[in-house]
């Protein structure tokens, strides 16, 4: 009898206490700096991440709102950072126990890069950004969880 009540109990109710594998990545990440916030959502088993708060959200000249300057594209040059989706289309790969072949705008070079995400030990999450596309060339920012203050 107790291990019906145990299956019927995790049928009925294990979904909706844990979070899927590799749903980990989900919540709001300090940037190496702690200058800006990301918000890591999921959408069609892909995760993005998009900038929700700014230390300093002016540009260069003292302008505001800080806009995306740096961008390659010259027509990208007056679109706001705050809001800006920065991590794109990053997948999770169970068998090596990461997120992988995703995306990443840096908003302060205007530069994209490939990159994978590991979930440390501690709590933060490493990114690596490929140097030159080259994953074995790549170049790690930990990101701490933002956690607000009750």
């Known amino acids: 009898m107790?291990?019906?009540?145990?299956?019927?109990?995790?049928?009925?109710?294990?979904?909706?206490?844990?979070?899927?594998?590799?749903?980990e990545?989900?919540?709001?990440?300090?940037?190496?700096?702690?200058?800006?916030?990301?918000?890591?959502?999921?959408?069609?088993?892909l995760f993005y991440g998009k900038?929700?708060?700014?230390k300093d959200d002016e540009n260069e000249d003292g302008s505001t709102p800080r806009k995306d300057i740096h961008n390659?594209?010259?027509?990208?040059?007056n679109r706001r950072v705050l809001g800006?989706?920065?991590?794109?289309?990053?997948?999770?790969?169970?068998k090596q126990n990461e997120w992988d072949k995703?995306?990443?705008?840096?908003?302060?070079?205007?530069?994209?890069y490939s990159f994978y995400a590991k979930m440390k030990t501690d709590g933060s999450l490493s990114l690596f950004a490929y140097v030159m596309g080259m994953p074995f060339l790549n170049k790690e920012m930990r990101c701490t969880p933002y956690l607000p203050e009750h």
């Open 102 to 112: 995703g995306r990443l705008y840096d908003p302060r070079r205007g530069k994209e």
């Open 84 to 94: 800006l989706v920065v991590m794109k289309e990053l997948r999770w790969d169970e």
């Open 2 to 23: 107790k291990i019906f009540i145990t299956i019927l109990f995790t049928s009925l109710f294990g979904a909706s206490f844990g979070q899927s594998i590799g749903d």
């Open 25 to 45: 990545i989900l919540g709001t990440w300090w940037n190496p700096e702690m200058t800006s916030r990301v918000e890591v959502y999921k959408q069609d088993s």
């Open 72 to 77: 390659e594209d010259e027509a990208l040059h």
């Open 51 to 54: 900038i929700v708060w700014l």
